[in-house]
């Protein structure tokens, strides 16, 4: 449960999907974003947990493909999360670039572009049976869905 050492290729992967659409976003970014007035505690949770979680994907055999078992089906939802994540993304691309199009929900799933990632690798974790990505997935999720959901009532207020 704690898990095996060794380098993850799935991680890796899920790591790509997670890094190139924030890289293209860095250049597209919303209309009137800013970081400013975040909390501290949840913008802390959010950095400490994007490090854990790519420590955890890369550091971990466990997340490797292994013979079918009922446990792969955590791993065919993680990527399916991670594949709507890339959709997600893509119609923001396609979007006008508001603070709305960003914090937007997909398919029913509330700030999509924070939820869905923290999720997929949750349950990557599940899938490896791997304590430290699930612990390091929480985490994550306490801030950057903290944060997401921070903004998206503010911009509500502001409505």
Known sequence: MLGHFGFSYIGLVYLLMLFVPNLLWIRHKPQ???SAGESRVLAFCERAGEVCV????LAFSDFNLKSW???SLFLLL????????????????KSEKTLQDFYRSFFGI??????LPVLAF?????YGKNLWM???SL???VGHIGIHLQHRAQLERQE
Do not use: H
């Not at 509330?110 to 939820?115: E, I, N």
């Open 69 to 71: 078992s009922c446990w």
């Open 54 to 57: 790519c420590c955890a994907a």
């Open 78 to 93: 993680s990527f399916l999360l991670m594949v709507l994540y890339e959709a997600w993304w893509i119609g923001y691309f």
């Open 32 to 34: 009137g974003y800013s």
């Open 134 to 136: 699930m612990l390091a």
């Open 139 to 141: 985490l994550l999720g």
């Open 110 to 115: 509330p700030v999509a572009g924070a939820t």
């Open 122 to 126: 949750f349950l990557l974790g599940v």
